[in-house]
Nanobody
Framework: QVQLSESGGGLVQPGGSLTLSCVAS????????MGWYRQAPGKKREMVAT?????HYADSVKDRFTISRDDAKKTVTLQMNNMKAEDTAVYYC???????????????WGQGTQVTVSS
């Protein structure tokens, strides 16, 4: 059993900053990749940033968002700066990991946290 616990969502003004955190817990052997996705109303879920062998960012958040992970704590953080109204969405933590004794890695999603950018 694997659980992802997200925190840090909320309301922020345009140009402001917000930090999201996600902690993975449970029967975890190895974390392959950790990241964040988001889904705005009426839109498909999209990748925001991922941290695996390499780090990837959506073009829309480059130079504004920073992803970091702590494998010892099984935590991934998304620092969001200079936020814009179009960043408003539900943000989901995503982790690809191996559980102990598993034959392959599995995908896991957090419950989502609302981020609203508005004056």
């Amino acid at each position: 059993q694997v659980q992802l616990s997200e925190s840090g969502g909320g309301l922020v003004q345009p140009g402001g900053s917000l930090t999201l955190s996600c902690v993975a817990s449970g029967n975890i052997s190895v974390v392959v990749l950790m990241g964040w996705y988001r889904q705005a109303p009426g839109k498909k879920r999209e990748m925001v940033a991922t941290s695996g062998a390499r780090t990837h960012y959506a073009d829309s958040v480059k130079d504004r968002f920073t992803i970091s992970r702590d494998d010892a704590k099984k935590t991934v953080t998304l620092q969001m700066n200079n936020m814009k109204a179009e960043d408003t969405a539900v943000y989901y933590c995503y982790v690809d990991l191996w559980t102990k004794g598993a034959a392959r890695s599995t995908d896991h999603w957090g419950q989502g946290t609302q981020v609203t950018v508005s004056s």
